[in-house]
Every structure is written in C-alpha cells, then in structure tokens.
C-alpha cells in the first residue's frame, strides 16, 4: 500500500483553499491554458495571412484539453526547458501543426499570459467570496441595529454604540477591498505578443515589417481570450508592478478579515458574541467547558501570512533586470499562488463565521448598565442644573461619588452603584424617574440605528445588486 503520509502536502490543499481556487492554480489550469494561448496565436497569424490551416488549426482544438504529460516530462528532462517541452508533446499529438505551434513567440507568451488570465478569475472568485460576506454581515447589520453595545476607544469602554452599527465598520472595510479587487480586474491585461525582449521583433519578421497586421495579430489573441487591452510596451515579462498591485489588494482583504476576527474573538472572550460552535466541536483537549474562537483565531493567522507575503512581489519588481531576469519565477509561482489560496481559505471560514454569528443581547446589556451611570453623569447634572441646581457644585459631587462608585467596582468587585448614590443625594433635586430616564442606553447610541440603514442602503446594496449572481455562497470548513 503506497503511503500517503511521508511528504510534504500544503495545508491550503488539506485544510483550507476551495477545489476551485485550487484548481485555478493546478498544472492541469496552466497547460490547457497554454495551449488555448497557442491556439488563439494560430489563428491570429492565419487570420493575418500566414500560411496556416484550418486543418491545423481544428486539429490543435482537438487535443486542447488531452494534455500528454507523461510525453512533456520526459521531455523536460532531457531539455530542460518547460514550455519546448509542451511545445513538443503538443506536437507529437498534432503533428501536421507541430511546426506552427509558437510561431514568433517567447515562452513569455504563455508564461505570462497564463499568469494574467488565472489571476483575473481568480480575482473574480475572490470577489464572489467577498460579496457573499459583505451580504451577510450587513443582514447582521440591519438585525442589530438598535442593540446598545459598549464602544471602545484604547480597547477602553467610551460611549455606546451599537452592534449592528460595529458590524458596518467590518463591512464597510470589505466594501472598500470590494472596490479595491475591481480595480484590479479593469486593470489586468494581457502581456500580448511581444517578443523576446519587448520589440516584437520576431513578428516583423514574420510579417515582412506590416505593422498593421502586427496589431492586428495582437488584438485578435487577446479578444479570444477574453481581454479588450495589452500592455503598451513591456520587457519580455508584464510589469511586475501587476503582481504588486494584485496581492495588495488580497493583503487588504487580509487586513480586514484579521480586525474583524480580532473584535469577535475579544467580543467572546466578552461572552457578547460567538461564532458558530458546533454540537460536537472541541473547544480545547484539557478543558471541556471552553467555547474557543477557533474560526476567528484561524482567519488571523492565515491573514498574517497573506499580509506578509506582499513583500515577495515588491522584491521582485524592484530587482528585475533590464527587459528580463529569472529569478522572479521561482518566487512569483509561489508567492501569488499562495497568497490567492490565502485569501480563498479565509473567505471560506469568513462565510461561515458570517452566517452564524451568535449574539448575547443579556450579556451585552449587563455590561453597558456596568458603565453606563459614568456616561449618564452628565446628563444628570444638566437635568439638575434646569431645576434650579448649581452647575458647579453638582458636579463636584458627582466626581466624588463617580470616585467612590468607581472603587466600589474595581477594589471590591461590585456593581456599580453610582446611579444608587445619586439618588439618595437630596441635593440633586431629582425624583427617582427623573434620573431613571437619564439612564437608557437607546438614548446614548447617537444615530447609529439610521447609520446602519443608509450604509446598507448606499453603499452596500449597490454592490449586491451589481453581484446578484454571486450571493449566497455557502462554505463547509474541512476542520
């Protein structure tokens, strides 16, 4: 029996990345696109009056997708050499093209257009993901709109805000990556058919200097596979300033995905929310009570990786040399890769976290009444001072039993009795409704409810209506 446990096998094929996004970036992905780039030149020259058949032409469609690896790796071991080796086993299958096959290109060719077209679907898949997200966490949104909450400021209680309107700060951030991945696929194009170092030189050849036919070449292959524009001028490789921009804009869904994680594992640890927590799930191996945020503690650490693998493309665009070098290669193929299934596994735990968050609106309220006198103080004393109090002798007193109540809670450990004090303090003027009413939470979100409402509604729905398609993806998290 052959032993599957004795090599190394990436988490992310394990573990965490989608089939899909796997798939994106699998060998089998890259040949058969290959050849659609061999294919779509084909046709090109043809178009532009090579002597190229239809015959040949149909008889590379025929063998597009039946990719003869076991001919392509022997091979490559004997040349060394990647792209003449699949040249070759193309051929061997095609054999009345095999001498069109690559006609005027540079590996870069499908090298780098490759790249560009697995990138843009996978940005597209990385976009479905998020929609899904933002979809999600803005129905919690809308549910707990008006459910008072502590805010905080310096990780200190501040004034209140409220659950739903914390929840908008999440999505506006996935919102703005939103925008920021859109970008990103308007701005992709492909390298086209540049040549060797960038002059296209080999196509004047080909094409007795018509510059015309040139263009049009290049204009017909990136059509065909689906891109209206080509990089203007280029080396042998597409600006690695493309791979940049790309994993930073990943990096900032990272980023976003870590804050909202870190809130939600400090809001349990608060035991004010949860994320889902299955029936049988572990919570820890010594201590069969604990509830951990395992989701959440998973996003933050994925998240940590994707943020700092930005810096292997900023490297490598700032150490290419003249119109080419190869030591981008290595790095690039895992660098981008890994940062796309980065981002695809935290998505996948972020749409499962998203549609089951559990919230302890007791809990929550508890701890606002446990600070909430501190903030009411103020209304107090103007609610005192309008019944003839004296401002400045109220307020003295209120910081000396906002003094005492505040020891009360941190050196004997017991509620906060401020709003008691006051109310046995006949120098306030106050009834006991009267200062009652100055302690309502609802009365201390400011507009938070209709924040929430006008958020979902101009920014978020535009971005659920324009992915209408896209929503409602579900995730099974494989542990």
Known sequence: MTNTHDKYISAFSTRYASEEMQHLFSEEKKFQTWRRLWIALARAEKNAGLNITDEQIAQL?????????????????????????????????????????????????????????????????????????????????????????????????????????????????????????KRCVNDLCLLGVKGTTGTQASFVELFDGDVKKIKEVEKSVANELGFDKVVPVSGQTYSRKFDFFVLSALSSVAQSASKMCTDIRLLASFKEMEEPFEKNQIGSSAMPYKRNPMRSERVCSLARYVITDIINPSFTAATQMFERTLDDSANKRIAMSEAFLGIDSIL?????????????????????????????????????????????????????????????????????????????????????????????????????????????????????????DSLHMKSELHV
């Open 61 to 181: 469609e025929s063998h597009k997708d039946d990719i003869n690896y076991d001919v392509a790796e022997k091979r490559e071991k004997l040349v060394r050499h990647d792209v003449m080796s699949h040249v070759y086993a193309y051929g061997q299958q095609c054999p009345d093209a095999k001498g069109i096959i690559h006609l005027g290109a540079t590996s870069c060719y499908v090298g780098d257009n490759c790249d560009i077209i697995v990138m843009r679907e996978a940005l597209q898949l990385v976009i479905k993901k998020l929609v899904t997200v933002i979809s999600q966490l803005s129905e919690f949104a809308k549910e707990y709109r008006n459910l008072p909450c502590l805010a905080y400021t310096h990780l200190q209680p501040a004034q209140l805000t409220t659950v739903g309107k914390r929840a908008t700060l999440w999505t506006y951030d996935f919102c703005l990556d939103y925008e920021a991945l």
């Open 348 to 468: 996948n735990i972020l749409i499962n976290v998203t549609d089951g968050l559990v919230v302890y609106p007791k809990v929550i309220e508890s701890r606002v009444m446990a600070e909430l006198p501190f903030m009411a103080s103020e209304n107090i004393l103007m609610k005192a001072v309008k019944k003839g109090g004296d401002r400045q002798e109220l307020h003295e007193i209120i910081r000396e039993h906002a003094q005492d109540a505040a020891s009360v809670v941190k050196v004997e450990g017991k509620p906060n009795d401020l709003i008691a004090r006051i109310e046995n303090d006949s120098r306030f003027g106050l009834t006991i409704d009267e200062i009652e009413e100055c302690v309502n939470p609802s009365d201390f979100i400011g507009l938070s409810p209709l924040q929430v409402e006008n958020f979902c509604e101009e920014v978020v729905n535009p971005i659920l209506v324009e992915n209408a």
